[in-house]
């Protein structure tokens, strides 16, 4: 049997994929709220201002960005206070929140497919804005430069996004306030604030949900940042000021600019307003987003063949895999056609949230087991395989985050999730924590 202290230095080389971030490897709440800001400092921020913009006046947008970021704020909040008390992984930790083993296979797999998807669509943005900004190579070359680059990145582990994140995020908001400074000065504030929108109109439903559902799965996948955390009080700053100052900073930004220059064409806008450099700086901007994508595919791929095939797979050699994989498929322009796809998947991923939040706070099956374990820096010595009312509750969110139409989809997947699980949890359809205790202590005879 290997000592606990290669173990350790082993888990550390692997970026804590399979196990507890450690109090000494966990970072200050600014380290992590930098990256947190980072993933919405990217230009589909911009883009989703502006499309509030052209179909909502700037108040009602204000209302609308407030209604999305409250509820983004809430669910980050809960997973991620949990991610930081356990310093799990989001998939990790779904094994005691809810899933079971298999059960969190299934739901690291559902993450990974999901984020390997949006990583090259975002890298395809990046590609062809580059492209088009600067020539030279094909957008397929530019494809596999961007993708290439991200996964260099990424191989470094939260550490190296750490210090990206620490060039990329100032860079960027000095070039925002500088771009809109220079471009609103032409127009009056008031103006803008009180003029209508020339787009197709926008209700404050669709507005909120655009808002929500926009960054609904990366609040979800709260725990893989959080997990480095030292504090429950870090996790709830962070958020605030990440989430909250990125919604609103960037998104308002997006919406003055649609007031001012009446079009939906975002790369236009950013040339118009802070040139060639500008522009190269704020597309790059997607690769801060896109090193998340990668980074928590690639820890839900590692806890499914875990579990699947009792194999503990390195976290970088997933991440050299799934980089050059997701580079390739976007330089090709193939995951273009599946986007329908992936907003499919997207649906079926805040119910996970909603399902973990129950477990965790109000049902406790595991919670003694999670407790006793932290104490030593380790896992539980067993989970269950499947919990059937959460298999029950994620299909019926699902379904009514599919079907329901009346407010905004995302919420109503979580909330009848988190409620779907509560109810059936006391109807006793989850596994009683005393045959878990059986079950350990079986394994352990044997």
């Not at 009346?406 to 009848?416: E, Q, R, T, W």
């Amino acid at each position: 049997m290997k000592p606990a202290a290669y173990l350790d230095e082993s888990a550390a080389a692997e970026d804590y994929s399979l196990h507890r971030v450690p109090v000494s490897a966990r970072y200050s709440w600014w380290s992590v709220a930098t990256q947190r800001f980072g993933q919405l400092s990217a230009l589909s921020q911009f883009l989703l201002g502006v499309t509030l913009g052209l179909g909502m006046t700037f108040w009602r947008a204000v209302l609308a960005i407030a209604l999305g970021s409250v509820l983004l704020e809430i669910v980050s909040i809960f997973v991620g206070i949990a991610g930081t008390r356990e310093g799990l992984s989001t998939s990790v930790l779904a094994r005691w929140t809810g899933f079971g083993n298999k059960g969190s296979a299934i739901v690291g797999l559902t993450i990974a497919v999901s984020l390997i998807g949006w990583f090259g669509v975002q890298n395809a943005v990046f590609a062809e804005g580059l492209h088009s900004l600067l020539g030279g190579p094909s957008v397929e070359a530019w494809s596999l430069i961007g993708g290439l680059g991200v996964t260099a990145i990424v191989i470094f582990g939260f550490n190296g996004m750490a210090w990206a994140a620490y060039v990329t995020v100032p860079a960027f908001v000095a070039l925002a306030v500088w771009a809109v400074g220079r471009q609103l000065v032409r127009f009056s504030l008031h103006d803008l604030i009180w003029s209508q929108p020339v787009g197709r109109p926008l209700s404050l439903a669709a507005g909120a949900t655009l808002v929500a559902g926009g960054f609904i799965v990366g609040a979800v996948m709260t725990p893989d940042m959080t997990r480095y955390n030292r504090t429950v009080g870090d996790v709830v700053r962070q958020t605030l000021v990440g989430i909250t100052v990125g919604e609103f900073f960037i998104g308002l930004i997006g919406v003055l600019l649609a007031h001012a220059l009446h079009t939906v064409d975002v790369v236009a806008i950013i040339t118009t307003t802070s040139g060639l450099w500008g522009t190269v700086v704020l597309t790059a901007s997607v690769l801060k987003i896109n090193d998340w994508n990668l980074y928590s595919s690639t820890l839900g791929l590692v806890n499914v063949i875990d579990v699947l095939a009792g194999r503990c797979v390195s976290r970088r050699l997933l991440t050299v895999l799934i980089g050059v994989l997701g580079s390739a498929l976007s330089a090709t322009g193939l995951l273009h056609h599946f986007i329908g796809f992936l907003t499919i998947l997207g649906i079926l991923i805040p119910p996970v949230a909603g399902i973990m939040i129950a477990e965790y706070y109000v049902v406790r099956t595991w919670r003694a087991e999670l407790d006793s374990s932290r104490s030593r820096g380790r896992l539980p010595a067993d989970a269950p395989e499947w919990v059937p009312a959460s298999l029950i509750s994620w299909a019926g969110a699902g379904a009514a985050g599919y079907f329901i139409h009346v407010g905004i989809p995302a919420l109503n997947a979580l909330v009848v999730a988190f409620a779907g699980h509560i109810a059936l949890s006391r109807m006793g359809r989850t596994l009683p924590r005393a045959r878990v205790r059986e079950a350990r202590d079986a394994s352990s005879r044997r």
